[in-house]
């Protein structure tokens, strides 16, 4: 069965930088729009970056200029390759498969099916 682990998450201070990973297995990366999304506490999960099969993406304004996600499809690998991390984006980091895409306008929606089971960020001085 489809199975996304994701990893790379750890403790960081503001300023410094991590790079997550997700793996998918059980079928093929490459045929779906992966995102990111996290968990923050005292907050809702919230849409972090989605990239489609051909490389358009789309960013969260909170993480727009910081945080650049990209993929390889013959890794079945997707990054989120995130910069000048702030205390607010301590959370739990998920990636996720797009069950529907909308992309027109250069507007890029994803809307997910399934996702794995995450990985920790905590970003403290």
């Known amino acids: 069965q489809f199975e996304l682990v994701e990893s790379g998450g750890g403790l960081v201070q503001p300023g410094e930088s991590l790079r997550l990973s997700c793996k998918a297995s059980?079928?093929?990366?490459?045929?779906?729009?992966i995102g990111w999304l996290r968990q923050t506490p005292g907050k809702e999960r919230e849409g972090i970056s989605c990239?489609?099969?051909?490389?358009?993406?789309n960013y969260a304004g909170a993480v727009k200029g910081r945080f650049t996600v990209s993929r390889d499809n013959g890794k079945n690998m997707v990054y989120l390759q995130m910069n000048n991390l702030k205390p607010e984006d301590t959370g739990v980091y998920y990636c996720?498969?797009?069950?529907?895409?909308?992309?027109?306008?250069?507007?890029?929606?994803?809307?997910?099916?399934?996702w794995g089971q995450g990985t920790q960020v905590t970003v403290s001085s």
């Open positions: 996720a498969r797009a069950g529907f895409v909308s992309n027109f306008g250069s507007t890029l929606r994803c809307e997910y099916d399934q």
């Open positions: 059980g079928g093929s990366l490459g045929s779906y729009a």
């Open positions: 990239i489609t099969d051909d490389g358009t993406t």
